[in-house]
């Protein structure tokens, strides 16, 4: 069984889907409705809901809610790769396939990356095109660039860089 709760954010209303537990199992941009059959539940969503409005208004660097996304081995794989990208960071497709073990699978990475069902949390906005350019997000390249900028990156014309005290650990400089 699956509980959500819809609730505003800055990025558009969020709709989060949590299990029996409380582990958060996807977090749906409102353009996405919700499977059948969830249950409606505020109070099962509440930790979920907290720590995104504490992220927003700039109090949260990293979520402690439990996850529990669905997904191949591949794809956790990524996820959890994803999830070791400090608040800030940016990092493109090639380098994202290169830190799960596989340097020549870009695009895989690149469609892991785009089927995460938990955005946000898990920060596939974070991962950009080569050079900085900014490329697709579930919730759309605007809500991508709020977040980026939100965590500190930087526009430099069309490109994105990254907020400069992550910008050394994360290259490895």
């Known amino acids: 069984m699956l509980y959500a709760s819809t609730f505003p954010s ?6 989060a889907l949590v299990d029996e537990d409380g582990a ?33 208004a700039g109090g949260r660097r990293e979520f402690g ?28 497709y090639r380098e994202l396939a290169t830190r ?20 946000i949390i898990i920060p596939c906005h974070r991962v950009i ?9 579930g919730g759309g390249l605007p809500a991508k660039e709020l977040l980026l900028l939100h965590e500190g990156a930087r526009k430099d014309g069309a490109r994105i860089v990254p907020a400069p005290q992550v910008e050394d650990r994360v290259e490895g400089r």
């Open 65 to 92: 809610v439990a996850l529990r996304p669905r997904g191949t081995a591949w794809q956790q794989k990524v996820w959890a790769a994803l999830r070791g990208l400090p608040f800030g960071a940016t990092i493109d």
């Open 129 to 137: 095109g080569v050079a900085g350019a900014l490329t697709g997000y």
């Open 24 to 56: 958060l199992v996807e977090l749906r941009f409102a353009r996405r409705p919700p499977p059948e059959g969830v249950a409606w539940d505020d109070a099962r969503c509440a930790q979920v809901r907290r720590e995104l409005d504490e992220y927003f």
């Open 100 to 119: 799960v073990g596989n340097p020549l699978a870009a695009r895989a990475a690149g469609r892991a990356n785009a089927t995460n069902p938990i955005p």
């Open 10 to 15: 800055p990025v558009g209303a969020l709709t």
